[in-house]
């Protein structure tokens, strides 16, 4: 039998770094894109965004979504924007939130290109486009097809997908497809990206029942958290330890997803953690709309959580509980000395309203930071992780004071034992591609993996491509067949 003419994955994006997932299928005649997340992490990483995508817009048949962080669909407006008018497949949560994420990225990209025209016009050079508009956002969430977990769909004619529950935030997903063509099949695993088993609210990641070739996420590929009881441990004593008659605690949040398991660890120790002394302020008009829809999803839910949703009428069952939509309610927080918790974003306080409440907050002893999230190199929220004495917020120096507490383990991504025992749970230990990590962090998994027996491990590259139909299980099924 002959080598179908395409039976093809080329690595485009995340391919080598972490952010900009996007891959593209190539099966006969058929062009799909799976992912198209947008590049983040300074000027030189969003300028990258504006340039051309993999293949043409218009010759494509069908894009896949794994989740809805930004750096997974962040470029989907734009892809419509550049002529795509086929369907997004996704789990059906995963549109909720990007609704959410898309419009705001777009309201983001129209200030940007305003405030940049402006200057321009200044030096009587001609106005900047949008990266993408609002407009484009909601055309781009009106071509969204949705499917719940284990559902089972022909997303064009000899690709059948399947999404099961990764574990990561609300709706992510794994990406099963059935390939064929030529005489040949193969089943390919996306792991988009994949949670921590015990994260709070989600379910843990399935695992795969069967995989030709599996494509693997390799974030936290060199390390391994904290345990989940020593972190919950170094919350408690964090709260307990911080005096509500003397200052408040400042929380910088990412707004989908550790915003809302914070919520609900709230409400789960509310009597341990002693939190009925404090204001809890959620200052994040995005994290609230996220919040709305992590609520209204009840049947994505662990055990844990549906028997909270069962017992309590809202979630999560904070009394003292304030969600502040306006500027002028932000505000007002501005002027409570003490006893306030807030969480707000930016979670690497790089914008947003977290970056005023710093202002007012870090330069008192008396109050605490607590940081829950990754920070990036460069980011004011790693200068406070580094334990610098200044940070500029606004242009001014504002000494830091307050106490900086680094919580380590609430990722949302599993650790290098989680990405392990995922992998080799997969029956046959599957030929294996990493994305989705700094070099460093995949190679570090590839050793780690191959140390441990598994036959064939690659760190993807931008470029890569995949002919499936030469990997020798594929071979084996077509030659039964
Ligand atoms: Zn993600």
Redesign the pocket.
């Known amino acids: 039998m002959t080598l179908p003419e395409h039976m093809e994955l080329e690595f485009f994006g995340a391919a080598g770094e972490v952010t900009g997932s996007c891959h593209v299928l190539r099966i006969g005649d058929r062009r799909i894109l799976l992912e198209c997340g947008m590049l983040q992490g300074g000027r030189q990483q969003a300028a990258r965004n504006r340039e051309p995508f993999p293949l043409d817009p218009e010759s494509l048949d069908a894009v896949i979504i794994s989740?809805a962080?930004i750096?997974?669909c962040g470029r989907l407006p734009l892809l419509v924007r550049r002529g795509y008018s086929g369907p997004v497949f996704a789990q059906q949560a995963t549109r909720d939130v990007a609704r959410v994420m898309l419009e705001d990225s777009a309201g983001l990209a129209e200030r940007d290109a305003e405030q940049e025209s402006v200057k321009r016009a200044r030096k009587g050079l001609p106005p900047v486009e949008p990266l993408y508009t609002v407009d484009d956002a909601r055309q781009a969430l009106r071509q969204f097809e949705t499917l719940s977990y284990d559902d089972c769909r022909e997303v064009v004619p000899g690709v059948r997908l399947r999404f099961i529950d990764a574990g990561?935030?609300i709706g992510?997903a794994i990406v099963e497809l059935w390939l064929s063509e030529g005489g040949y099949e193969c089943k390919l695993v996306f792991s988009?990206?994949l949670g921590q088993r015990d994260t709070p609210i989600l379910r843990d990641p399935s695992i795969p029942d069967s995989a030709d070739l599996v494509v693997m996420e390799s974030t936290y590929g060199d390390r391994c958290h904290r345990s989940r009881e020593a972190t919950l441990l170094e919350i408690a004593s964090v709260l307990r330890g911080a005096d509500h008659q003397q200052g408040n605690v400042l929380i910088p949040a990412f707004a989908v997803?550790r915003t809302q398991e914070l919520l609900y660890l709230f409400s789960k120790y509310w009597h341990e953690w002693d939190l009925a002394r404090w204001q809890i302020f959620l200052d994040s008009p995005m994290a609230i709309r996220a919040s709305d829809i992590y609520w209204r999803h009840r049947e994505l839910y662990d055990e844990e959580a549906q028997a909270m949703r069962a017992e309590h009428e809202e979630m999560p069952k904070l009394p003292n509980l304030s969600l502040s939509q306006s500027p002028e309610e932000s505000m007002a927080i501005n002027r409570i000395r003490k006893g306030a918790i807030i969480i707000a974003g930016s979670g690497m306080c790089e914008g947003g309203r977290i970056v005023h409440h710093l202002k007012h907050n870090v330069w008192r002893p008396e109050c605490q930071v607590l940081i829950v999230g990754y920070q990036a190199q460069g980011t004011v929220g790693r200068r406070l992780v580094d334990g610098e004495s200044y940070i500029r917020i606004h242009h001014e120096a504002i000494r830091v004071k307050a106490q900086v507490h680094t919580i380590g383990g609430l990722s949302?991504?599993a650790d290098q034992s989680g990405l392990t025992e995922w992998y080799e749970a997969i029956p046959g230990r599957p030929p294996l591609w990493l994305v989705h990590g700094e070099p460093g962090a995949s190679a570090a998994l590839r050793e780690h993996l191959l140390a441990r027996g598994a036959p064939r491990v690659i760190v993807a590259e931008p470029g890569m491509r995949i002919e499936m139909a030469r990997l020798p299980q594929v071979h084996r099924r077509a030659n039964q067949a």
């Open positions: 989740h962080h750096d997974h990561h935030i992510s988009g990206d997803g949302a991504h």
